[in-house]
Nanobody, 116 residues
Framework: QVQLVESGGGYAQPGGSLRLSCAASGFTFSSYAMSWYRQAPGKERDLVAHITSSGGTTNYANSVKGRFTISRDNAKNTVYLQMNSLKPEDTAVYYC?????????WGKGNLVTVSS
């Protein structure tokens, strides 16, 4: 079955960096776009970044442009989110997302806390 396993979250101070990873299995990873979403307390889940199957095209939420970078390694079936210049408002649970066969799959989520 499809599994998306996130890792790498945790605590950072404002201005710091973290890198999230999402290891995928159960589908042909290289054939599908991947996305990262986040959900802050009391708010809806929002798209943060998106990458096409080849990695050739990426898109970002305006709030993270220039600070976050999504990438993928199709040989390792893994997608990454490099987060730099972190702000307290980046505090959220971050979710990996894939939509193989038109079905939405989510990881369990990884908490990122940015605080001084």
């Amino acid at each position: 079955q499809v599994q998306l396993v996130e890792s790498g979250g945790g605590y950072a101070q404002p201005g710091g960096s973290l890198r999230l990873s999402c290891a995928a299995s159960g589908f042909t990873f290289s054939s599908y776009a991947m996305s990262w979403y986040r959900q802050a307390p009391g708010k809806e889940r929002d798209l943060v970044a998106h990458i096409t199957s080849s990695g050739g095209t990426t898109n970002y939420a305006n709030s993270v442009k220039g600070r976050f970078t999504i990438s993928r390694d199709n040989a390792k079936n893994t997608v990454y989110l490099q987060m730099n210049s972190l702000k307290p408002e980046d505090t959220a649970v971050y979710y990996c997302n894939a939509v193989p066969w038109g079905i939405n799959y989510w990881g369990k989520g990884n908490l990122v806390t940015v605080s001084s």
